[in-house]
């Protein structure tokens, strides 16, 4: 692989803009692509082959562009569609449902993780299966809270609106047994509510909670893939970021809350 070329980034829309976020403040130096299907989002509503589909899609715009390695940010799109993703790729592929399962399992006391994600990704079961294959003897409990990608899309992370659609959410969690002592954000979303979410956890849940956000996890095992592959860019100069998006919506004034920096020279795309 080239190791100047830069990394391909996608998602359905916005949320993946978080883990970009963590890729740029762990690799400084690379340059990267970011692919946001905002004509199709979401992609939680839809059937697995649609997703897959999408997906495909998707990794041909990158590999046209010339990325040496495609960040599947999204975590549906991770859960159904990664296998074929790599299974057909010439560069390697990243998602972030395997990177998440390994952040939550190393906290030292995990015992059961309650994830929370969209009604698709949690359909999928991906990460209970990512988390038996490492640990078996930790429980896992699936539950789907899909507001919280229109209120985070909205910029309403806090008041009264939000704490009530968390509270909503999380006592049926809070009650379930065994009890959950980690909370994984499964959706690239959630972590805008992270504060939120886990302040509500720890005020209702019985014991202590740790609440988990992958994006750090995902800009790690991308760090290790590049060193492994000989493939990390050396140069101090990198650090561009070219945004496409097949429509265009309102990604730059919603997307520069999820990235944390201003987003300009978004290009729309048709990618099929």
């Known amino acids: ?8 980034v996608f ?9 970009l976020r963590a890729l740029m403040a762990c690799l400084p130096g690379e340059d990267f692509i970011y ?17 897959i589909r999408y997906s495909l899609n998707n990794l041909d715009f990158l590999q046209r562009k010339g ?20 299974e057909i790729s010439p560069v390697p592929v990243v998602g972030v449902v395997e990177p998440g399962a390994r952040e939550a399992i190393r906290r030292r006391g995990t015992k059961t993780v309650g994830v929370i994600g969209t009604r698709g990704t949690i359909k999928s079961r ?4 990512a ?18 990608v229109p209120l985070a899309e909205e910029g309403m992370v806090e008041g ?16 379930a047994e065994p009890r959950v002592d980690t909370l994984l954000l499964a959706c690239t979303h959630y972590p805008l509510l992270y504060d939120l979410l886990d302040h509500v956890a720890n005020s209702i849940f019985a014991a202590p909670v740790t609440t988990v956000d992958s994006a750090s996890a995902v800009a790690n095992e991308v760090s ?38 201003p987003i300009s020279g978004v290009t729309q795309v048709d990618i099929g």
């Open 35 to 51: 692919l946001g299907d905002t004509a199709r989002v979401p992609y939680g509503t839809k059937s697995a082959n649609t997703v």
């Open 224 to 261: 290790l893939t590049l060193e492994e592959t000989h493939a990390a860019c050396e140069r101090s100069d990198g650090g561009r970021v070219d945004y496409f998006v097949t429509d265009l919506t309102r990604f730059e004034e919603i997307g520069e809350r999820f990235l944390g920096q």
């Open 160 to 175: 009264e609106i939000p704490r009530a659609v968390t509270l909503h959410y999380l006592q049926g969690l809070a009650r």
């Open 11 to 19: 998602d359905s829309g916005i949320g993946g803009l978080t883990v």
């Open 1 to 8: 692989m080239d190791s100047v070329a830069p990394i391909g």
């Open 131 to 148: 988390m038996h294959a490492l640990a078996p003897e930790v429980v896992t409990m699936g539950w789907p809270c899909p507001l919280f």
């Open 67 to 86: 990325v040496k390695m495609v960040v599947v940010a999204c975590n549906t799109a991770s859960a159904y569609a990664l296998p074929t993703l790599q």
């Open 126 to 129: 991906a990460y209970e299966r």
